[in-house]
């Protein structure tokens, strides 16, 4: 069932104790879903294949995706300050 954020806020009692999946729309366009955990059970969800699957997926983006010092390089950044904000960067 598609249902707008306010009425979702409004019918929140009588959604939650119900058993259909609500996707939550904000004018029109799709922004979540309720799933009622009664749906949802433990024996539904494989955590071993999503971690596989989220391994993957992030394998396939760093594959397509240039690190952040080679798009500095293509940038022209010389290659000594590019090692300066990689020592001011303690982040990465």
């Known amino acids: 069932m598609k249902m707008g954020i306010k009425e979702f806020r409004e019918r ?16 029109g366009k799709r922004v979540g879903r309720y799933l009622p955990e009664r749906l949802r ?13 989220r391994e993957e997926s992030a394998r396939r983006w760093r594959a397509v995706t240039p690190s952040w010092r080679e798009r500095l390089a293509a940038f022209g ?10 020592a001011d960067d303690r982040c990465s």
């Open 41 to 53: 059970e433990p024996r539904d969800i494989d955590l071993d294949a999503w971690v596989r699957e």
């Open 12 to 27: 929140l009692g009588e959604v939650a104790l119900g058993d259909e999946v609500i996707v939550l729309t904000h004018h």
């Open 77 to 86: 950044i010389p290659e000594d300050e590019i090692a300066q904000l990689e």
